[in-house]
């Protein structure tokens, strides 16, 4: 009986622990108008890709008042959900003096 007893106490403190693996690239993502924001990385859950947008040099000079972070990841950000409303996430892809671009991205 003290077996058994001890058994289900060993098997009930087991389920509770926790099975988290952590990693020096495992991170926190934020979210900024609903989506995850990923830059310079990739989720490591499943995702489909639904499409990539960039800002045009007149969209730049319309749009921003500088060429900050911020300003060119919002910008884009807004672009993003008007085409593709369903994302839940965005792979940010910065180029000094290039095209800068956004993936949207579902998770599966």
Excluded: W
Excluded at 9 to 26: E, G, M
Aim: glycine share 4%; net charge positive; with cysteine.
């Amino acid at each position: 009986m003290k077996q058994t007893f001890a058994i289900a106490a060993i098997l009930t403190l087991l389920s509770f622990t926790s099975t988290k693996v952590s990693h020096k690239s495992t991170a926190t993502v934020k979210q900024i108008q609903g989506c995850f924001i990923f830059i310079d990385s990739e989720p490591i859950t499943n995702y489909k890709y639904l499409g990539t947008v960039t800002l045009t040099r007149k969209e730049s000079r319309r749009e921003l008042s500088s060429l900050q972070y911020q300003d060119v990841r919002d910008a884009l950000l807004t672009k993003l959900k008007k085409l593709y409303p369903q994302a839940q996430g965005v792979i940010y892809h910065f180029h000094d003096g290039d095209t800068d671009k956004a993936d949207a991205i579902i998770f599966e």
